[in-house]
């Protein structure tokens, strides 16, 4: 079973940077799609970006050109760099891993969520 770990959340100031790790506890991350998620107080949760276990990635129009997924598959780990961070931007970040068998049934890992905070 893959457990989750996210960091790298904060308080930021609009138009300022952050970057979150999500540290995965076993080697068959390899193999899952990985995502970041985000839920905004009084909002459902809403997927950020994801990344294939071959690097494809996927961004939600709001971050596009601002935030960068990226995975390193030796380490385990899995980053989002955040630019350009606004007051929309917050939210408790989840990483999320996840893969389809082939008849169908998936597999899905959470982490415990960060807190990113932007304000002035």
């Known amino acids: 079973q893959v457990q989750l770990v996210e960091s790298g959340g904060g308080l930021v100031q609009p138009g300022g940077s952050l970057r979150l790790s999500c540290a995965a506890s076993d080697y068959s991350f390899r193999v899952y799609t990985m995502g970041w998620h985000r839920q905004a107080p009084g909002k459902q949760r809403e997927l950020v970006a994801t990344?294939?276990?071959?690097?494809?990635?996927n961004y939600v129009d709001s971050v596009k050109g601002r935030f960068t997924i990226s995975r390193d598959i030796v380490e385990n780990t899995m980053d989002l760099q955040m630019n350009d961070l606004n007051t929309e931007d917050t939210a408790i970040y989840y990483c999320?891993?996840?893969?389809?068998?082939?008849?169908?049934?998936?597999?899905?890992?959470w982490g415990q969520g960060t807190q990113v905070t932007v304000s002035s």
């Open positions: 990344i294939t276990p071959g690097g494809s990635t």
């Open positions: 999320r891993a996840h893969f389809t068998y082939p008849n169908g049934g998936v597999a899905e890992f």
